[in-house]
């Protein structure tokens, strides 16, 4: 996959006839704001990342209530402790393939702002100040009068793409590693409207910004800050180092052992199902999309800039902007698709690509077929059962979020034997 699409391509892709996954175009999605950037003659201004309301009252697709939610985060505990000790190995990874989710501009000079600068406030999730009495600026979040080179210091990049680029950066007051993410602004940036906020936002920082509500997934890629300059747009993200794309990983170590992947696509569907909850309909689940901490194992969905406010009534399917070869077949055949069908076609996909070491299909024509051979002879009747309802053909007979969790694969306490020596973190 290319730096570019790392980056996270904003400009999107659409469906076309031709049996390829190339020439794909992206229209406005339903939803979406297109906004001209404003220039401004105070340069950079920053925003607080607040949380935001829920959305999208009407998405009566969302799944009920997690019964055995409790059950789930027990059921992670298990594995985690199996692995502890056979995923530390001493092999030293330099191949290390960096995600989207930072990027700053270290040759950002806003113009110095008349008033005397306020404390910086704490930048931690947990403890975001309450939004002042006063009406909010255009952007709905609290202004920070501080610029960004005062509060960070920009490190080594990371990676670069077509719409930016990916730093390791230090906030100031406390040391704290963080990534920084710079987006130019571009003419068909697209903006949402979220509650609480009074004008649209581009679309990562709105829906970064709703993924912010309590209680916060640990799965899911944390915005701390964020700020707007004339040209472009910066994320003060998390950085849960050392990390490496699950990509990366699944090609270190194709054919992954069971337990292996069942606790990465348990991680997953969590995040999945936190968007979904959320109001958030990711739209481009795929493994280059999740970030993999190489001493905890702990799994991080990135690169929101595809995603779309959830809806029940779905999509039209010419404004499908996924992976093309995650792209489910009612995308192609069907004029529209929906969200949770989606993901966990996805989720098939991704699931079938870490135990084969190869993608199920590879073309168009491949992907209306569905039809699945298993490369990997030693997987179990379990594994290739879930995959199997994952990638049904007919959305409508694909397992929805909760009965995925309640698989029996997914349930089972897998042995891992010796099977994690021969993983390399």
């Not at 404003?38 to 920053?46: C, F, N, Q, V």
């Not at 027990?74 to 960096?98: E, G, I, Q, T, Y």
């Not at 292996?260 to 109001?279: P, S, Y």
Request: proline fraction near 10%.
């Amino acid at each position: 996959m290319s730096t570019a699409h790392m980056m996270g391509e904003r400009g999107g892709q659409a469906v076309r006839s031709a049996d390829s996954f190339d020439g794909w175009l992206c229209p406005p999605l339903p939803g979406q704001v297109p906004v001209e950037p404003k220039k401004t003659s105070r340069g950079l201004t920053a925003r607080g990342a607040m949380g935001a309301s829920p959305v999208n009252k009407r998405s009566t697709e969302k799944p009920t209530e997690r019964r055995k939610r409790k059950q789930i985060r027990s059921f992670l505990n298990r594995p985690w402790k199996a692995m502890k000790s056979p995923f530390r190995c001493c092999c030293p990874c330099s191949d290390v393939d960096v995600v989207k989710p930072f990027v700053p501009s270290p040759d950002l000079e806003p113009e110095p702002d008349p008033e005397p600068p306020s404390p910086a406030p704490d930048l931690e999730p947990e403890s975001d100040p309450e939004p002042p009495s006063p009406a909010p600026d255009h952007s709905g979040v609290k202004t920070i009068n501080e610029s960004f080179e005062s509060l960070y210091n920009v490190g080594e990049m990371l990676g670069s793409g077509g719409f930016g680029r990916v730093y390791e950066g230090t906030r100031k007051f406390d040391g704290k590693k963080v990534a920084i993410k710079e987006m130019l602004k571009i003419d068909n940036d697209r903006y949402l409207h979220i509650p609480g906020h009074p004008k649209p936002l581009v679309t990562e920082v709105a829906l970064l910004l709703m993924m912010r509500r309590e209680p916060i997934s640990p799965y899911v890629i944390h915005l701390y800050e964020w700020f707007e300059h004339p040209q472009t747009f910066t994320l003060v993200m998390e950085y849960p180092e050392p990390c490496e794309s699950l990509r990366a990983f699944i090609t270190r170590n194709p054919r992954l052992c069971e337990p292996a992947a069942q606790v990465i696509v348990l991680q997953a569907m969590m995040a999945v199902l936190h968007c979904i909850e959320r109001g958030v309909f990711h739209h481009d689940i795929h493994a280059q999309n999740f970030l993999l901490n190489k001493d905890t194992f702990r799994l991080k969905l990135i690169d929101f800039g595809c995603g779309q406010l959830f809806s029940s009534d779905g999509y039209e399917s010419k404004i499908y902007i996924g992976a093309p070869t995650y792209c489910p077949p009612e995308v192609l055949t069907e004029p529209r698709f929906h969200a949770i069908p989606t993901n966990v076609w996805a989720l098939g996909v991704l699931l079938y690509k870490m135990v084969n070491g190869c993608l199920p299909f590879r073309s168009r024509r491949e992907i209306t077929q569905a039809k699945i051979t298993f490369q990997n002879s030693t997987l179990s009747e379990e594994c290739t059962d879930l995959i199997s309802q994952c990638l049904a053909r007919d959305p409508t007979k694909r397992p929805t979020l909760e009965q995925m969790f309640q698989h029996e694969w997914i349930t089972s306490d897998l042995d891992w034997g010796s099977s994690g020596d021969s993983i390399r973190l």
